[in-house]
Nanobody, 124 residues
């Protein structure tokens, strides 16, 4: 059974940084595309960043480009989201997600497995 466990969320002030981690068990990263999504209460879950397994290329949502960096460590079967210059609009529950290695994982309908989420709160 595939499980995704996120960590690293917290409360920070605007301009500060956080690094989220997601440990994958039950499936090798080499067989999956991985992504980060986020959700604010009452709103749709939205795409943040993804890495395609074939090319190891990362793609980002426009609001986070230049501030967030997604990476993967196949030896640790983990992915990361380095978030810098955080703003109050980044406040959300952040989810790790896994999907088919054939896809660029950018929409919720393509996600096969979700983590439980880690809360990021940015104060102004």
């Amino acid at each position: 059974q595939v499980q995704l466990v996120e960590s690293g969320g917290g409360l920070v002030q605007a301009g500060e940084s956080l690094r989220l981690s997601c440990v994958v068990s039950g499936r090798s990263l080499s067989t999956a595309s991985m992504a980060w999504f986020r959700q604010i209460p009452g709103k749709e879950r939205e795409f943040v960043a993804t890495i395609r397994v074939q090319s190891n290329t990362a793609y980002y949502a426009d609001p986070v480009k230049g501030r967030f960096t997604m990476s993967r460590d196949d030896a640790k079967n983990s992915i990361y989201l380095q978030m810098t210059n955080l703003q109050p609009d980044d406040t959300a529950l952040y989810f790790c997600a896994a999907g088919s290695s054939l896809l660029t994982l950018m929409v919720t309908a393509q996600v096969q497995v979700w983590g439980q989420g880690t809360q990021v709160t940015v104060s102004s």
